[in-house]
């Protein structure tokens, strides 16, 4: 079974500063990889995914993510922070194999950022 | 192009009662999920369709939720009779069967049962 361990439920940073969300997984071979944003009274939003291309994916919004093998992780990271980056953010894993398509989510990291 | 649309966006019920939620996919996507997401937990798969049959239910918690998509087209949610621990968000995503990597999220219904 695959399953995703996402670091803090809060993270906080101040404006203009690094974006780091950690997301580190488990599964018996390297699986698709993604994250998720909700803004406040939205649905989620696909910021970006790896599915076994490139390791550094770049996503909207200045975003982006590295596949890690070796330490099975997914973190991802924006350079600078703005005040529109505050969200709920979902790291998600599935199979790779077609048809086996059902989402394993994390529980998520809450983002705030500090004027 | 319209998102993935749900309604309603909110439902407060009584233990016992019956609630049906509605999830209307984008226009051409076959694949259609249903996950949920109690009381600030992780999202949890509960089942997919493709077009009309279910590809996997594996995810449905017991036999009071019953998920339909007649025609293929929107599908609808029903928990009943509703128990406390119902209570969450109910999120809907759909994909194109060639490319299903990628699942358009609606923006979910948030079932309160008292």
């Known amino acids: 079974a695959q399953s995703v361990t996402q670091l803090g439920s809060h993270v906080s940073v101040s404006e203009g500063a690094l974006v780091l969300l950690r997301c580190n997984y488990s599964?018996?071979?390297?699986?698709?990889l993604f994250w998720y944003v909700q803004y406040p009274n939205q649905g989620l939003q696909l910021l970006l995914k790896?599915?076994?291309?490139?390791?550094l994916v770049k996503g909207i919004n200045g975003f982006e993510a590295e596949f890690k093998k070796s330490e099975t992780s997914f973190h991802l990271t924006k350079p600078s922070a703005h005040m529109s980056d505050a969200a709920e953010y979902f790291c998600?894993?599935?199979?790779?194999?077609?048809?086996?398509?059902?989402?394993?989510f994390g529980t998520g990291t809450r983002l705030t950022i500090i004027p | 192009e319209a998102g993935v649309t749900q309604f309603p966006s909110h439902s407060v019920i009584e233990k016992g009662q019956t609630v049906t939620l509605r999830c209307d996919p984008i226009?051409?996507?076959?694949?259609l999920y249903w996950y949920r997401r109690v009381m600030g937990k992780e999202i949890k798969f509960l089942l997919h369709?493709?077009?009309?049959?279910?590809?996997?239910e594996s995810g449905m918690p017991n036999n009071r939720f019953l998920a339909e998509r007649t025609g293929g087209t929107y599908s609808t949610l029903k928990v009943q009779p509703a128990e406390l621990e119902d209570s969450g968000v109910y999120f809907c995503?759909?994909?194109?069967?060639?490319?299903?990597?990628?699942?358009?999220f609606g923006p979910g219904t948030r079932l309160t049962v008292l």
């Open positions: 995503a759909s994909s194109q069967v060639t490319r299903a990597d990628t699942q358009y």
């Open positions: 599964s018996s071979v390297p699986p698709y």
């Open positions: 790896y599915t076994s291309a490139a390791t």
């Open positions: 998600a894993v599935r199979p790779t194999n077609f048809g086996n398509e059902k989402l394993t």
């Open positions: 226009s051409g996507h076959d694949n």
């Open positions: 369709f493709v077009k009309e049959s279910k590809q996997d």
